[in-house]
């Protein structure tokens, strides 16, 4: 299982590419050098997961502008997805590369794969431009992520990445003031 610190190993993905509107292969290497927040989900044609999706849809140019790619991962096929893509207004908003895992391969990499169920959990997984996974979360089927959030934590990993020696203290925004790493601030928090 990838974890946080670590260089994620290559994969490769049939996927569902709503810009060209066709089904195409996608591999992580060919995002070097950019920003990756990765988005598995249980099931197209589910409840939760649509909302998510939609609203990551919603967030996409601002992640763009961020140097990011946004990629959701279920263990569905790409002509799922695409069949999904043409009947749910929901999921039409979409302009981001949608991956197939059926048999599970990323989900189990990433740790995310439901082996008694055949789904993922809901996780994301923000990757720096080296292919390092600088953020992880995974929670219950259950409960949807904000996209804002989402962008949050990219926008304060891009920051300490640009950045040697600044933190972001919780709820960091762009425009707040990061703090120093220093000696100097231990017990005055």
């Known amino acids: 299982m990838v974890k946080v610190g670590e260089i994620v190993p290559d994969f490769e993905a049939d996927a569902y590419l709503p810009e060209k509107d066709d089904i195409g292969k996608v591999k992580l290497s060919d995002y070097r ?5 990765l988005a598995f ?26 140097g990011a790619e946004i990629l959701s ?4 096929t790409a002509y799922v997805h695409k069949a999904w893509h043409d009947t749910s207004p929901a999921i ?5 590369p949608m991956l197939a895992d059926p048999a599970g ?8 794969y439901i082996e ?12 720096d431009p080296d292919g390092k996974v600088v953020h992880m979360e995974m929670h219950d089927l259950s409960i949807g992520r904000s996209a804002k959030e989402i962008l949050r934590r990219l926008r304060a990993s891009k920051y300490v990445r640009e950045h040697p020696g600044q933190v972001c203290p919780a ?5 707040k003031e990061a703090l120093e790493v220093s000696l ?4 005055k928090i």
């Open 116 to 127: 008694d169920e055949g789904v993922s959990w809901r996780a994301t997984f923000i990757i």
């Open 33 to 37: 050098g950019k920003w990756v927040v």
């Open 73 to 76: 991962v279920s263990t569905d």
């Open 41 to 66: 989900y249980p099931a197209d044609f589910t409840f939760v997961c649509p909302t998510e999706l939609e609203e990551l849809a919603e967030y996409y140019e601002e992640f763009k502008k961020e």
């Open 105 to 112: 391969k990323i989900s189990r990499l990433f740790g995310t």
């Open 171 to 175: 709820s960091w925004e762009p425009g």
């Open 92 to 96: 039409k908003k979409i302009r981001y």
């Open 184 to 187: 100097d601030l231990v017990g």
